[in-house]
């Protein structure tokens, strides 16, 4: 079975730029969530999503934004890019519609890593 | 409110055994979760246990679990080179909640 999918792996951008990431889950998971990490933060998390439903959002600006498909595949974008962005974004997905819920754990793809400069 | 912590570096000599700590607060923690993180990439699952099981042990992972402190470990037996990396701890009750992660370098 194919893993978490993220595209692309690198992305290069600059300050007021817009840049849109792709994540492709594990088939037959429907769920599927959003992380930055940071090495001054650690891995924090942006948002949830289930049957293209947010179901939970972290404390980020509304700069970040995400939306889920029909086909479980998620997106994510950041607008007005500011320097603080350059991170690597973890996807992850798992079978349960609530992460947390249950013995469903999360499945990460490799990340995104995105410079702003 | 919830908090993971671990200490943030751990280094052990090639063929010892690695022992990484995680402490959690919330006590309605019902799964606790172990991920590796290699360079350049995402976090792999490596294993897990239920809140109502003390040990669990997986090939060369031991994970300790002493609920009442609200301690979680993972033992790594005969560490090699290819244990590098940055491990997370995580655990759910009503959400995941990760640590910082505790980077292990081996010493030859």
């Known amino acids: 079975k194919a893993g978490v999918t993220q595209t692309p792996r690198y992305l290069i951008k600059t300050r007021g730029q817009q840049v849109t990431l792709s994540c492709s889950p594990i088939?037959?998971?429907?769920?599927v969530s959003w992380y930055q990490q940071t090495p001054g933060q650690g891995l924090q998390f942006l948002f949830e999503?289930?049957?293209?439903?947010?179901?939970n959002k972290g404390n980020f600006p509304g700069r970040f934004s995400g939306r889920q498909f029909s086909n479980s595949r998620s997106e994510m974008n950041v607008s007005t890019l500011e320097l603080g962005d350059s991170a690597l974004y973890l996807c992850?997905?798992?079978?349960?519609?609530?992460?947390?819920?249950?013995?469903?754990?999360?499945?990460f793809g490799n990340g995104t890593r995105l410079t702003v400069t | 409110g919830e908090d993971v912590e671990q200490s943030l570096f751990l280094s052990v000599r090639e063929g010892d055994s690695s022992v990484i700590n995680c402490t959690y607060t919330?006590?309605?923690?019902?799964?606790l979760y172990w991920y590796k993180q290699e360079p350049g990439a995402g976090l792999q699952l490596l294993t897990y246990?239920?809140?109502?099981?003390d040990m669990k042990q997986d090939q060369r992972l031991t994970v300790l679990l002493n609920k009442k402190d609200k301690h979680l470990s993972l033992r790594i037996a005969d560490t090699q080179t290819g244990d590098s990396a940055i491990y997370f701890c995580?655990?759910?009750?009503?959400?995941?909640?990760f640590g910082s992660g505790t980077r292990l370098s081996i010493r030859p």
């Open positions: 999503y289930f049957s293209e439903t947010q179901r």
């Open positions: 992850a997905s798992s079978l349960a519609p609530t992460i947390g819920q249950g013995n469903s754990p999360l499945h």
């Open positions: 088939s037959g998971h429907r769920s």
């Open positions: 919330d006590s309605s923690s019902t799964y």
């Open positions: 246990i239920f809140s109502n099981m």
């Open positions: 995580a655990v759910s009750a009503s959400k995941i909640i």
